[in-house]
Every structure is written in C-alpha cells, then in structure tokens.
C-alpha cells in the first residue's frame, strides 16, 4: 500500500512536471538554431510525442494485423486467404456478424430515434435539465456495470415463485409466463441491445438537444401562426434542420454497434447465439491462440468502419471549406 | 345578437382549444416523465438490492423493500471490500486512470497548439489523417500490440507493475484522436489578436503556450478530463487485453466485477455492492461537472 501510495504522488507530481519539462527543454534546444529553420523544426518537435504515440498505437498496428490476417497462428508463414474462409464458413463468426448487423440497425434506429424524441420532449418542459440529466445518467456508468443493473432486470425465476426480476415480474402480474429473456435466441440479442440502447440514448438526445436549441424560434412560430401543426413544423422544419446532427449520432451509433463488446461479454460471455465480432476475436486471440483468425476477424471490422470514416473525412473538408 | 353570437362560438372554440392544449401538457408531461422513470428504475433497483440482507434479494423483488418493514444493511459492502478483492481493485483502478488522464491531455495540448498557431506543410493532411483514426476500432490494434509488449517483445504486461505503464500508455495513443480534434476545435477559436500582441511582446511559444492558450482553453480541457477519466475508469477491453483477466494483483474494477459475475453464481448481493463501487466515482464526477460533461460530448460529436 505504501509503495503504491508513493507511486501515485510521483505519478501526479511527476509526470506533469516531466511533460511541461518536455516543452521547455526543446524551446531551450531552439533558442541557437537560426530563425528560419525553427520555424520549420518546431511545429515537429511539438506533435512529435503525439505523432509516436499515434504511430506505435494506432497505425502501425493496423497496418501490421493487415499482414498478420494473411498469416498462420504462428504468425510466420503466409496462408494466403485462409483466415478469412475460415471466417466465412465458421457458424460461430457467422452467427456473430448477423448479430452485429441487428446491433447495427436496432442500437442506430433506437438510440437516434429515442434521442430524437426525447430531445424534443423536454425542450418542452421546465424541468428540462433534470429530466436530461437523468437520461444521459448511463453514459457515466461502465458497461460493466449496466451489464449488472441489467442482468436484475432480465432476472427469471421458475412460474410459481416470486420474482426477482423487474421485467418478468411485469410480464407475471399481467398474467403471461416468466421469460428466459438471457437465454431464448434471438431475442435475447434484443435484449442485449436494449441496455446498450438504455447508455446510448442520452448521448443522442444531448448532441440533438443542442442542434435543436440551435433552430431559431421565430422560424418555428412563422410556421405556426400561418396554421402548421406541430406535426408538420417538425416534419417541415426541425427535421430537415436537424439531419446533420443525426447523421453525426447515427455513424456514432453505428461504430458503437460494430464494436459492441463489454455488455455481450458481462451479459451472456456470447453464448446462447448472443455472440459479436469482438467477442468472437477475443475468443480466437486467448481461447484458441489464433492470432491469424483473430486479425482477420479485425479486419473485417476495420473495413466495415471505412464508409464511416470516409463520411467523416468528407463531412470535416466541407465544415474546414465554410470556416 | 349577432355579435354576442359570435362571441358565444369563439369562446366555445377557445375554451376547446384550451382544453386541447391542457391535454397535451398532460400527455407531454405524462410521456417525460415515465420515460425519466424508465431510466431509473433499473439503477435504483441496483442500489436498493444491494443494501438489503441476502436472503430477502433472492426471495423477493427489490421494490417490496420499499414498503415496511424496512430492512437495510451494508454488510454486503463490508463483506465485498473485505472479501473479494474489490478494494484493491478500487485503488488499481484509481492508479490506472489518473496517468491515463493526464498524460494525453498533455500531449494533445501540445500538439494541438502546434496545429492550432503554427504553419507548416502537411498540416492539413496530417488532420485529416487524425479524424479517420478517430474511428480506427482498438481490436485493430491489439495483436501487433501484444506481440510488441508481451513475453515475445518487451515482456510488460500481464502481472508486473509494468502492466500499468503498458495500459497508461496504450490509451494515451487510443484517446489521442478525439483528445487533439477536440482541443485543436477549440484552440483555433481563440482570439487571433492575443497571440499576436504576445508575438511582438516578444514572448516565445513556451509562454504564448502556457500563459494563454492554456489559460484560455480551460473549459475544453475540463471538458476532455472528464471524458478520457470515465472512459479509462469504465475501460475492460483494453484492460483485458493489457493486464488480462488472471492478475488478481493488477485488476482494475471493471476486470474484477466482470470476473465476481461469472464466479459468484448465487452470492448476487455481493456483486450489486461491487458494481455500485465501481460507480460511485463517475457518477459523483458526473454530477459535479455535467456542464462541462455536456460540452465535451457536443464539441466532439465525431469521435468513434
């Protein structure tokens, strides 16, 4: 205990000082070199501890599980496309990327839907902030930990017995059969998706509720005074106005969606057909040791992210063309 | 006659109006409010059950408890602390998250700086790089990164202290991309003209960088601590992945609770008090800066 303690005071004391050190020790280097050139050499030295650290972490690893992906498990001799037959024609992966894609369309449609409709409710009521605060409440919380709140909700206990379960407890009182929601496919995916859709929700709702605040009122009120219905002002105006937020949540969601790991594997470890494309990875990487498998698996998911990073890349040039 | 007539129908017409709009309220409100309450219920639910004595969690459903007799306890999270691990996994989690929180707002304050007030060729591309890795999915990176700092490479992870160093690092390099969009979105919004006037002041970068740009940019950072804390505090991948399920010594508080769910098949109350644990730390940093929570979600609506 008092080592660690020890390390935490040099940590926070430390580290900070190291890191401004870094700074001024390269504008100290600087100070002889004649003008022109640092010019050119400092703009380098400030993004050098960023651009290794980007390096080493993120694109020479990707690069490299390219070529891994290519490999056998010992990573030594090139298999050609074997990796990815085996991803094809595994019932394991397969069963895991249709998962993923219900992930996809249900977390997307819900979490943007209900942001949506959410955002426009209380932009309504006074207790506007209240209400929004407890919606976003769950993006605080680990996955772990919703996988757990959720895991009681879904609880079952035998017909007869008292439940323990919020959800089955609701089913028994009207009258229907306790449920194994965990257990039965394919609804148990859904069931999965939902506590996802339960941390996912007020992360839409905040970034809509601000494009939302962002419409001018006198618009909507023109709208209104010449006889539009609330339902034809959202349809004809806050709807249209809105798109580009939506598009920002709706890739967000999408990515959340391809990568969805920590709920699947508190929740059910994927089994019961609850499997996903990274907890199947994972499983190849320390269950089986197949790294080759495994960068395959990852592969597959990096170039289904790509439309989503082209979109970004496009939708940045065109904000950078208006600034 | 007429014109009382006419009154008369306006009058009815507005009061049914009225009434319409009074329904409304009723369903808006109505709708706001279950659904606040939908969101609750399962938190409360959590809390509830992990203050009762065990055998009433596994007879009966936690919302019985509100009624009397009431029976609360917290022996379950006496017996979590003293038992399973959990307070150290408290303290690991503390160790793994403060480095990682600091360390890239450094680094992506520096280069954001870079990005923000210095002109050099690439510049643009070297963004534009920055904003595809903000979607680069971490399973990308890990089997090239457990070759280079597992046994076979540099041998950090797993059990040691280096472990720590290994995870500190490693999400320094995964929050990069979001951490330098963000700051540099803010730092390049700035007022041109202080920078400027400190220029012919004849102040250098180092001052121009630590007495005004990061004075100024304090919101955004605020806003960046508080994201990359919940996102480290909350991590299990990369833990996984880095420190692995078996370090008991090592475990943060996601791997433990993770590991106490699937062994603790009937001691459920343990693992409530845990998982409230684990949230204790977010949820009072939540609360304390939502405000700033709320702008770090809006000013980085990209990140992946």
Known sequence: MDTRLVAAILIVVGLPAFLIGYILLIETLLRPVPERWQGRIRPWLWLAPALAFLGFFLVYPTFNTIVLSFQDRFSKAFVGLNNYAYFLSNADTLVSLRNNVIWLVLLTALAVGLGLLIAVLVDRVRYEPAAKSVIFLPLAISFVGAG??????????????????????????????PQTWLQDAPTNTIALILVAVWIWTGFCMVILSAALKGISVELMEAARVDGATELQVFRGITLPLLLPAIAVVATTMVITALKAFDIVYVMTSGNFDTNVIANQMYKELFTNNQPGRASAIAVVLLVLIVPVMIINIRRFREQEAIR | MTASAATDSTTIVANRGRRTIRWRRLLLHGAVIGLVVIWLLPTIGLFINSVRPPIDVANSGWWTALFPPWDFTIANYEQVLARNGIANAFVNSVLITLPATIIPIAVASFAAYAFSW???????????????????????????????????????LGAGPGAFVAVWLAHTGYGLPFAIFLVTGYMRGLPKEVFESAAIDGAGHASAFFRLALPMSVPVLAALAIFQFLFV????????????????????????????????????????????ISMALPLVVFFALQRYFVRGITGGAVKG
């Open chain 2, 233 to 276: 505090w909350n991590d299990l991948l990369v833990a996984l992945m880095f420190i692995g399920a078996q370090n008991a010594g090592n475990l943060p508080l996601t791997i433990a609770i993770a590991n106490l769910s699937t062994s603790l098949g009937g001691d459920w109350q343990l693992l409530m008090a845990a998982a409230f």
């Open chain 2, 118 to 156: 210095m002109h050099f060729r690439g510049r643009d591309w070297i963004f534009v790089v920055l904003v595809a890795l903000l979607v680069i999915p971490l399973q990308t990176t890990f089997v090239p990164l457990l070759t280079l700092l597992g046994p076979k490479g540099i041998h950090l």
């Open chain 1, 148 to 177: 757990i709140i959720w895991r009681f909700v879904y609880d079952y206990a035998p017909p007869g017995q008292p439940q323990t379960g919020l959800l089955n407890a609701a089913v028994t009182a009207v009258g229907f059969q």
